[in-house]
């Protein structure tokens, strides 16, 4: 089936990927001309593994095209995705502005029936304001059908969460929208055996906003019994493990660290709580949930102020800038949160990931970039590590101990064993454990 994806991010290009993979025709749409360029030059502008070679099969076989007119999308397909971005706005509120544009441009060009799909996240009730401006905006007297369909892939593992997805959610008022949309997805229903599941509109835009913040409250309660096990003497992986066995709470995020981020969890979060509150109810949980991740960053700040005594030129070494492995993605990563400070306080930076180094150096040019973990930790005087990439795991900790000034690891994610660090020589502290 043809298909055209507005919005080549993260989303975007994962889903109008894999959509050719699996046999359809895809046209790519993005207003950022570099970026539709460099896709054509087979340049990805995202850091996610598989990716490119997919890409280039695609390309090579002449299912994917990528452009920057919206026209050409609009009359390319009778299915168009909408995977715009939806930032965070000044009070949480999700900006929507790319959305309407997206819907008013659409709109603008379409020649005969279209059905836009809602890939992006967005509050509930976006269908219906999305309904209303494409009505406004149609130049032409043709139907058209709104649907919901919102994404849980990954970062890190994108791909395989694409095409082994725990459920397909769409919501829909036509029955000729379920028939599309099933269409499409039949290939990936039929290998990975998920559910598909349909529902109305608005039930499938709270779905994707509750789940999220489902899951960022397990990330928070985790970092929170954290806490109370650093007062108690006890070991939040001990006690982490003991609830995960239980199958009605299950193991999967709940792992304490530095707090959750990305382009996701905080912006989703504030979103809901703030939808919550405009149509009348007063989110306090999730209000919570908000204060613990804050709180937990603040909480390994004053750690790192408290053993240095004095910041203020002393060499940090920090490994990890992503705010997860698997991503060069840096939005709302904790790293984001301590480089300024700690610059901020005068400490000399030496920072280390695998992949969003680049990314991370436009915004902070002022550190120095180290290829090398121990190249990184060479004369440092503490070690912070924030994201647990596998290469961290691998460190031979004696040549560790041997590079640095000062043998201290403040672990924000749990990665190193405390007694194999600390058998080693280092000052070693991590989260929630004695
Ligand atoms: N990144 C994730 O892991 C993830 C997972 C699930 C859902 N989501 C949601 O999906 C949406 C997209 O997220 P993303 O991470 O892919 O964002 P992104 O910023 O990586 O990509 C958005 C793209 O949309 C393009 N764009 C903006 N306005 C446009 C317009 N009017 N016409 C054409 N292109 C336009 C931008 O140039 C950009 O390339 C967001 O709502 C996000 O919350 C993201």
Redesign the pocket.
């Known amino acids: 089936m043809k298909i055209t994806i ?7 290009l994962v889903t109008g990927t894999c959509f050719a993979e699996i046999g359809h025709d895809v046209l790519c ?4 001309e570099r ?1 539709i360029a460099a896709l054509r030059k087979l340049q990805m ?2 850091y996610e593994d598989g990716l490119e070679d997919m890409v280039r099969r695609n390309v090579e076989a002449g299912r994917l095209h990528f452009t920057s007119s ?1 026209r050409e999308g609009t009359l390319f397909a009778e299915v168009i995705f909408i ?4 930032p965070p706005g000044y009070h949480g509120e999700p900006n929507l502005s ?1 959305v309407e ?2 819907g008013r ?1 659409v709109a603008a060009h379409m020649d005969g029936y279209r059905l836009l799909v809602e ?4 509050p509930v009730n976006t269908g219906e304001q999305l309904k209303r401006t494409v009505t406004k905006y149609l130049r032409a007297d043709v139907d058209f059908d709104v649907a919901s369909n ?6 890190g593992t ?1 791909i395989h969460d694409a095409f082994k997805p725990d459920r397909i959610v769409i919501g829909v008022e036509s029955e000729r929208a379920a028939k599309l949309l099933r269409e499409i997805y039949e290939p990936i229903i039929r290998d990975s055996g998920c559910e598909f599941l349909t529902m109305n509109i608005a039930s499938a835009e709270l779905t ?1 906003h509750a789940s999220n913040s489902f899951l960022a409250t397990k990330i928070s309660f985790i970092n929170a019994v954290a806490r109370v096990c650093e007062l108690a003497g006890a070991d939040v992986e001990q006690v982490a493990h003991g609830m995960g066995l239980d199958r009605r709470i299950g193991r999967s995020f709940l792992r304490a660290g530095v707090g959750y981020g ?3 969890f905080p ?2 979060v504030d979103a809901f709580v703030y939808l919550a509150d405009q149509i009348g109810y007063d989110f306090t949980l999730l209000k919570e949930v908000q204060k613990i991740n804050r709180g937990q960053r603040e909480h390994i700040l004053r750690r790192i102020q408290h053993e240095l005594w004095v910041v203020n030129d002393k060499v940090i070494a920090i490994l990890g800038l992503a705010f997860k492995p698997g991503t060069d ?1 840096i939005r709302e990563s904790p790293a984001l949160f301590f480089v300024p400070h700690l610059l901020k306080d005068g400490a000399r930076l030496k920072l280390w990931d695998p992949v969003a180094a680049a990314k991370f150096r436009e915004l902070h040019p002022e550190p120095e970039y180290l290829d090398d973990i121990l190249d990184c930790a060479r004369d440092a005087e503490l070690l912070l590590i924030l994201t647990d990439w596998p290469q961290i795991a691998e460190i031979p900790l004696d040549k560790l101990r041997d590079v640095m000034k000062c043998p201290v690891i403040i672990d924000g994610r749990n990665v190193l064993d405390p007694a194999t660090a600390r058998n080693a020589g280092f000052t070693y502290s991590s989260v929630g454990r004695p």
């Open positions: 507005v919005g080549t991010g993260y989303v975007g749409v993005d207003n950022d970026k502008p995202i919206i995977a715009v971005g939806t790319y544009q997206v441009e890939k992006s996240t967005v919102p994404e849980f892939l990954r970062e994108a994707k990305g382009s996701c912006k989703d993605d």
